[in-house]
């Protein structure tokens, strides 16, 4: 089965073909949309799919020689954002916890927003209120900011902010 997967806002949209009719019939099984011939299905969520991105990214990369990222692009970014209302003081528990959910957003309005990556967002402490649905940015958390990830978090912006206001 071959996939081909994309995220744009907030939604992660993935397509199957099928090699063969075990897995056509299983598309209509699972109640995967189909094209008009059942060869072709795809599927989409509201989030990322980690787990089958991940896979689909290293398959492309490994048997097709396909990049599946650039250092020349930065077009998203898995972001940080509330599953509820929280306070000052209270602590944000990363990916899978009870704190927040990564959003997939577009680069540019993670920039404009100073969102916090969703892999930066594990035992940090809220320096203000945040609404249920709301995307953390770095100015609403605190964070040791002599961490490496964050010191390379940095120069990775620092590096994608002056092209992103060179093209507007």
């Known amino acids: 089965m071959a996939a081909r997967s994309s995220t744009t806002s907030a939604t992660a949209f ?5 090699h063969n009719e075990y897995t056509r019939a299983c598309f209509k099984q699972y109640g995967l949309l189909t094209d008009p011939s059942g060869w072709y299905a795809s599927m989409w969520r509201p989030f990322p799919i980690i787990g089958l991105e991940t896979s689909v990214s290293v398959l492309s990369a490994v048997l097709r020689n396909e990049p599946t990222g650039s250092s ?3 077009r998203g970014d898995a972001v940080a954002t509330a599953k509820k209302d929280m306070q000052p003081g209270e602590m944000l528990d990363g990916e899978g916890g009870y704190a927040v959910w990564a ?3 577009p680069a540019t309005r993670s920039l404009d927003l100073k969102a916090l990556p969703i892999g930066l967002a594990h035992n940090v402490k809220l320096k203000r209120p ?3 649905d709301q995307i953390v940015s770095f100015d609403d958390v605190e964070l040791v900011a002599d961490l490496d ?11 994608f902010r002056p092209a992103r206001i060179a093209a507007e």
């Open 103 to 105: 959003n997939a957003i």
């Open 72 to 74: 020349k692009e930065f």
């Open 130 to 132: 945040i609404k249920k």
């Open 149 to 159: 990830v964050v010191s390379l978090r940095q120069q990775m912006e620092d590096r």
């Open 14 to 18: 993935v397509t199957f073909k099928a």
